[in-house]
T-cell receptor, first 114, second 112 residues
Framework: AQTVTQSQPEMSVQEAETVTLSCTYDTSENNYYLFWYKQPPSRQMILVIRQEAYKQQNATENRFSVNFQKAAKSFSLKISDSQLGDTAMYFCAFMKDSNYQLIWGAGTKLIIKP | SQTIHQWPATLVQPVGSPLSLECTVEGTSNPNLYWYRQAAGRGLQLLFYSVGIGQISSEVPQNLSASRPQDRQFILSSKKLLLSDSGFYLC???????????FGSGTRLTVV
């Protein structure tokens, strides 16, 4: 069975700093998708970035980028020039190519300090 | 564009009362639909998912049930709420594998 592990329960950084959230996963699948979701205090779940496993190029969305290491089964999220609005829970998630079910990590609480 | 509506936003119900939470999707057809529950400060627990009208899969045996009476409508119900049913309930939909899920705004349920 697939599992997703986020080893950092909580992190805090100063505004404008760069922060990296870690995520590792376990799977025997070759084709799959990886996602980072953000859940701010409003609790709305928002898709931040996604990565297709067959693409070697790391996904980037503005200040958000990933470091996808397929062999190591690692999928970290880097937030550059962090902003107060980045304060949220961040969840890493995995989806097999063959179905639509997301496997979730436990989440990392990120606090951006002014 | 696709949108997802979930209501109510907040609900306080006494123990033993019934529950009905509704979720509707607009702008797409035949979506996969999901109900999740999230305890305070915790991760997401998948409760039910549906790949079509009348097709419901349950992930966790419990006091809740789900129904999909129409293609873009997903309902979470209970005949008698328990204190342990309190939590934050999220509805989500997906159509394409590589786009993940789109979530509703959630319902905060408190059973008293």
């Amino acid at each position: 069975a697939q599992t997703v592990t986020q080893s950092q329960p909580e992190m805090s950084v100063q505004e404008a700093e760069t922060v990296t959230l870690s995520c590792t996963y376990d799977t025997s699948e070759n084709n799959y998708y990886l996602f980072w979701y953000k859940q701010p205090p409003s609790r709305q779940m928002i898709l931040v970035i996604r990565q297709e496993a067959y693409k070697q190029q790391n996904a980037t969305e503005n200040r958000f980028s990933v470091n996808f290491q397929k062999a190591a089964k690692s999928f970290s999220l880097k937030i550059s020039d962090s902003q107060l609005g980045d304060t949220a829970m961040y969840f890493c998630a995995f989806m097999k190519d063959s179905n639509y079910q997301l496997i979730w990590g436990a989440g990392t609480k990120l606090i951006i300090k002014p | 564009s696709q949108t997802i509506h979930q209501w109510p936003a907040t609900l306080v119900q006494p123990v033993g009362s019934p529950l009905s939470l509704e979720c509707t999707v607009e702008g797409t057809s035949n979506p996969n639909l999901y109900w999740y529950r999230q305890a305070a400060g915790r991760g997401l627990q998948l409760l039910f998912y549906s790949v079509g009208i009348g097709q419901i899969s349950s992930e966790v045996p419990q006091n809740l049930s789900a129904s999909r009476p129409q293609d873009r409508q997903f309902i979470l119900s209970s005949k008698k709420l328990l204190l342990s049913d309190s939590g934050f309930y999220l509805c989500a939909w997906s159509v394409h594998l590589n786009y993940g899920y789109t979530f509703g705004s959630g319902t905060r349920l408190t059973v008293v």
